[in-house]
């Protein structure tokens, strides 16, 4: 009967040493944005944009759950209206080695031009790679969304190249 003791005790003690149990883990990030159009008819009407993002997660390991928040101002080339889009997306980070990560972003976009009374709302995608060092991170997305028709191309995929910087805290 005590040998059958020990080895239970043994059993938990070991079993108990392996078992860890991971918190999860949360991130709240704000970022600067710069987009660059680069689709043909999206880059001949609009020079750049330029807004801001605030994100926030959760996760176990080196994945996390994201929603984010943000406001681009697109500048036109010519007499076009100024284009402002503000999003809601969720998505995933997937963590790879020092620091560096994946993600991937989709949601809503409300786009508006400037001097007009409505707005629609579109489907917003987005993609890249970043890295994060000492609450400091970078990212490169590409990502779009279809224009509304007022434009004078019509309806059309504004991709962009996207450049996001500013500070994560990760707990």
Not at 25 to 38: D, E, F, N, R
Not at 129 to 142: H, M, Q
Request: no cysteine.
């Amino acid at each position: 009967m005590k040998k059958i003791a020990a080895f239970v005790i043994a059993l938990i003690a070991a079993g108990g040493a392996q078992a860890q149990f991971k918190l999860p883990k949360a991130l709240i990030a704000a970022h600067l944005v710069y987009a660059g159009p680069v689709s043909s008819d999206f880059s001949n009407e609009y020079k750049f944009g330029i807004g801001g993002e605030l994100e926030g997660g959760v996760g176990l390991g080196k994945t996390m759950l994201l929603a984010n928040i943000g406001y681009t101002s697109y500048e036109p080339h010519s007499n076009i209206s100024k284009l402002n889009a503000t999003t809601f997306k969720i998505g995933l980070r997937q963590y790879l080695i020092a620091g560096l990560f994946l993600n991937v972003n989709a949601g809503n976009a409300t786009l508006k031009y400037s001097g007009t009374d409505g707005s629609t709302s579109k489907f917003v995608v987005e993609g890249g790679a970043g890295i994060k060092l000492l609450g400091f991170e970078v990212l490169a997305n590409y990502g779009g969304f279809t224009t509304p028709t007022k434009v004078p191309s019509g309806n059309y995929f504004a991709g962009a190249f996207i450049v996001k910087a500013g500070f994560a805290i990760k707990i």
